[in-house]
């Protein structure tokens, strides 16, 4: 292989593998964003679930001084009785007393209700503060893991950048330019193998006698179809 096409070919591979380099890395703060969220998303359910269990306690309270209300009001009957006279005045007095008694037996009801649930609650409570230790300790896990690959990144795309100015020192002006050219036009890919008479990256047949050209290796040829400056790689028999 010409030493020129050999060294478009090792810039090919070396910008290939900044670019997926560069990709990685913009994909790393969306990364770190939905670590955020995480948490965020778990400090949520658990302060929706301890909101959950203060409206169950208030709510309790609510009811416990109604019945107080209604305990009141039964003493009152209660101490009403010995002035009664009549027996409509009687048989009144000991209805309101039921309906009292009832409406306590209700709010009764009702406070059983909300303290089985409170326990229900709690245990929600409890598991929603444990998932948001879990997501904070997952998420400072998993941010340090993406700040070392991100310095691994950086560390990486500056050595590629070496090479990739030692290998672009061996082609002419031109020939880089023109491979420039075609790197930012074709999707980072100026450079494609044939397999065969077929170009690998847009998958047109070349022209037998252009196919037969590009096997030597010996000059700059394109694809007709995109453009792309190719090279041959000999199959190694089994």
Do not use: W
């Not at 965020?40 to 359910?45: E, L, T």
């Not at 209660?78 to 007393?97: D, Y």
């Amino acid at each position: 292989m010409s030493p020129t096409l050999t060294a478009l070919v090792v810039l090919q591979q070396l910008d290939t593998a900044a670019e997926s380099a560069r990709r990685r890395l913009s994909e790393i703060p969306s990364a770190e964003q939905e670590l955020d969220n995480r948490v965020a998303a778990a400090a949520a359910a658990a302060e929706a679930s301890k909101a959950s269990l203060t409206a169950n306690q208030h709510a309790r309270r609510e009811l416990e001084k109604q019945v107080a209300q209604v305990d009141a009001r039964l003493a009152r009957f209660e101490e009403h009785k010995a002035a009664v006279k009549t027996n409509q005045e009687f048989t009144a007095l000991l209805h309101e007393i039921g309906t009292a008694k009832a409406d306590k037996d209700a709010l009764e009801d009702q406070i059983l209700i909300l303290l089985e649930a409170a326990d229900g609650i709690a245990a929600d409570v409890k598991a929603a503060e444990a998932a948001l230790v879990d997501a904070k300790r997952d998420g400072v896990s998993a941010r340090n893991a993406l700040g070392t690959e991100r310095r691994h990144l950086d560390a990486e795309l500056a050595k590629l950048g070496g090479e990739r100015a030692r290998a672009a020192a061996d082609v002419a002006a031109p020939v880089l330019a023109k491979y420039d050219q075609l790197l930012k036009q074709r999707r980072m890919i100026a450079v494609a193998q044939i397999n065969g008479e077929m170009c690998t990256a847009c998958h047109v047949r070349l022209r037998p006698a252009i196919a037969q050209q590009v096997r030597r290796n010996d000059s700059i040829l394109q694809c007709d179809s995109c453009q792309r400056i190719l090279y041959y790689v000999a199959k190694v028999a089994s």
